[in-house]
């Protein structure tokens, strides 16, 4: 059964830091694209970074610069660094992994993504 765990989320101020981990078991991700995208109350889920297999990154246009995705292939995990926070950063976030394989560019595309996190949440307080 594969699986993907998400870790990290908690209730940090605005201008604060945090990092995600998302742990997978059940097969292995160091061939396919993961992602993190996020789902803020009231509002459709979004995209925020991926990496490629080898680590290539793609972002949201607009959280270039606070937000780092990073991925540790030997331990099947993907980590998202998330710098000077804002209370609009709050958010369910989910890691999310493809089953293609080696894609050069990963897409942004929630619907590409076939294995899905269960979340952890992120509350950024003003």
């Known amino acids: 059964q594969v699986q993907l765990v998400e870790s990290g989320g908690g209730l940090v101020q605005a201008g604060g830091s945090l990092r995600l981990s998302c742990a997978a078991s059940g097969r292995t991700f160091g061939n396919n694209a993961m992602a993190w995208f996020r789902q803020a109350p009231g509002k459709e889920r979004e995209f925020v970074a991926a990496?490629?297999?080898?680590?290539?990154?793609i972002y949201q246009e607009y959280l270039k610069g606070r937000f780092t995705i990073s991925r540790d292939n030997a331990n099947n995990a993907v980590y998202l660094q998330m710098n000077s926070l804002r209370p609009e950063d709050t958010a369910v976030y989910y890691c999310?992994?493809?089953?293609?394989?080696?894609?050069?560019?990963?897409?942004?595309?929630?619907?590409?993504?076939?294995?899905w996190g269960q979340g952890t949440q992120l509350t950024v307080s003003s």
């Open positions: 999310a992994a493809d089953a293609a394989f080696r894609i050069t560019v990963p897409t942004m595309a929630a619907g590409s993504y076939v294995y």
């Open positions: 990496a490629s297999w080898n680590g290539r990154p």
